[in-house]
């Protein structure tokens, strides 16, 4: 009997009805892009913020050195220390190996060249390393810092007598892309001139090789800097970083498990051998804190969503209950109390919830994409937990949305109705 009063009302007054699912359904479609972006907007920020550099630096155990990383210079304690580059495809062997998006080795050190103390600085540039798997991985400055260019050409890997020269070098010695230099007694050939707007502009670039060979550091590294995605920094991650003994076995284990900057730096030193892994937490916190206001944003969205799409159904509820108001009052004097009236009313509403949540979560996937294809120029996941939470947001909008309405049904009076007493 109640299934079919359901149906009746269903099927009358469409217009009310139709209006009444266009506004759950596109709530419910702005909630579900929100929602899937949200989710899957950490890892593509952090991904478009790993363009621009290294938020792990790995230097040798009780050593460290100068350098300039982002624009920052970090004074550190000088010594003879050294990584040994035999061990760096360690890096990708830690349980967080698939965010460690690239890394690239570098050994420094002074030399004399046109008439001064200049740097020598050898890395990877677009190095091929094999993994314990069999896969291959490519690393190196081209993959960690994209926005580095050259006028010519990047040196290859193998490369023993070409070389780069920063921008700044090569204005003061007059240096040009196709120049012959003396270094540290070779004659090499200047490929091309790199331009990165830091300290590398001032000195001579090599390939790691040839710099090991020139410097006699046969196999040694002075630093290794990795760029990883990590997750936004929490009270777990600030309390690791202040005192990691001070963490139970089960907050150990969390953020062991974590993607926290701290925690993949404390997993490479535990694999690489004679090394102490450093977060570059001003870094790391930059992009915690551009993560963490996008998604304050999206939960912005998402309830003033739920408020609107709730008026517009407690408006909508209000104008249903007027309209039937005789039937309301007939149902009271057939013996029917406030609640039965009030559950054939919600059973309406989450009808129409449900079918519009999911008719909402099919346009918001579509739209989420679209968003993210705009935003980060190819398209995001589709998080199958979206669904259900759309459609319960749905119901969350017909129940709030009912509240009020249905409070003024349940002051109505069969007589005052039924005679259209005022």
Known sequence: ???????????????????AFLTIFLASGLVCAMLNITLGIGDKVAMELRSYGSNIIVLPKGGSINIDIGGEELNLLQNDAYLEEQYIDGLKNIFWR??????????????????????????????KIELEDGEEFSTGIKTMYPFWSVEGEFLDDDALDEVLIGKNLAAELDIAVGSVVNVAGKSLTVKGILKTN???????????????????????????????????????????????????AIEHDKWYCSAYVGSIAYQIEEEYPSSSAKALMKISEGESQIVKKIQSLMGVV?????????????????????????????????????LNIYLLFLAESLYIAIAAGIAGAVGGYGLSILMAFFIFAHAIKISLIVLPLTVCFAVLIALLGSLLPMRNAAHLLPAEVLHERK
């Open 198 to 248: 830091d300290s590398a502009d001032d000195k001579i670039i090599t390939s790691l090789k040839l710099a090991n060979e020139l410097l006699g550091k046969e196999g040694k590294i002075s630093w290794i800097e990795v760029s990883a995605l990590t997750i936004p920094e929490d009270d777990l991650s600030v309390k690791a970083r202040r005192n990691l003994e001070s963490l139970n």
């Open 1 to 19: 009997m109640r299934f079919r009063m359901v149906k009746a009302a269903l099927l009358g007054n469409k217009t009310q009805k139709l209006l």
């Open 302 to 338: 998402t309830i003033l969503a739920l408020f609107s799409a709730s008026i517009g159904i407690a408006s909508l509820l209000t104008s249903e209950i007027h309209r039937r108001k005789k039937e309301i009052g007939l149902l009271k004097a057939l013996g029917a109390d406030n």
């Open 98 to 127: 698939n965010n460690i998006v690239a890394f690239a080795p570098f050994l420094e050190e002074k030399i004399e060249f046109g008439g001064k103390s200049r740097a020598i600085l050898g890395t990877y540039f677009d190095k």
